[in-house]
């Protein structure tokens, strides 16, 4: 039986309206989903723990970690395996600072996250000093929330270790 080709038309048009609507542009801050952040270049670090975050708008932050509790100001670091480090993205809203929330990122967007490695899985991250190895940056470019870049480590801050006193690193 041969399809009318009214019927074959119809559907043809509903496959695309289909298709256009799966793949129409996103917005450049587009939050659904959750972010991934992939650090490479870090083979002088492995079995460290990674934190990384970047001011991303006023009261707004993007942090990469394996975990954080807002609540308690506590990160978990992602660990470093044959030189790189897989991260999830949130994106903190801290325009209170008594009620601080986390949401999964999936934007679109080029920033440069400021990254610490630290010895331990757990930072305080009212108190993480004590535990910081080294500082640097990763530049990277997100789509629908994931990135990877390369570390690059600061060169101020070869003797990073135990026990720096008045250094100031929020996240």
Do not use: H
Not at 38 to 45: A, C, K, P, Q
Not at 105 to 116: A, H, P, S
Request: a negative charge.
């Amino acid at each position: 039986m041969l399809f009318p080709v009214p019927l074959f038309i119809a559907i043809i048009a509903l496959t695309a309206v289909i298709w256009f609507s799966m793949t129409a542009c996103e917005n450049e801050d587009d939050d659904n989903g959750g972010g991934v952040l992939t650090i490479t270049g870090l083979d002088n670090y492995n079995g460290k723990y990674v934190i990384a975050y970047v001011d991303y708008g006023e009261n707004i932050t993007l942090i990469a970690a394996d975990s954080i509790d807002v609540k308690n100001l506590i990160a978990a670091g992602g660990e470093i395996s044959d030189g790189s480090v897989f991260l999830k993205v949130w994106k903190l809203d801290t325009s209170d600072d008594k009620n601080i929330s986390a949401a999964d990122y999936g934007g679109n967007n080029t920033v440069t996250f400021d990254v610490k490695i630290f010895k331990n899985a757990n930072v305080d991250m009212s108190n993480e000093e004590s535990d910081l190895v080294r500082i640097g940056t990763v530049k990277v470019t997100f789509k629908k929330g994931t990135a990877s870049g390369i570390f690059t480590a600061r060169s101020d801050n070869d003797n990073i270790g135990i026990g720096i006193q008045g250094a100031s690193l929020s996240i």
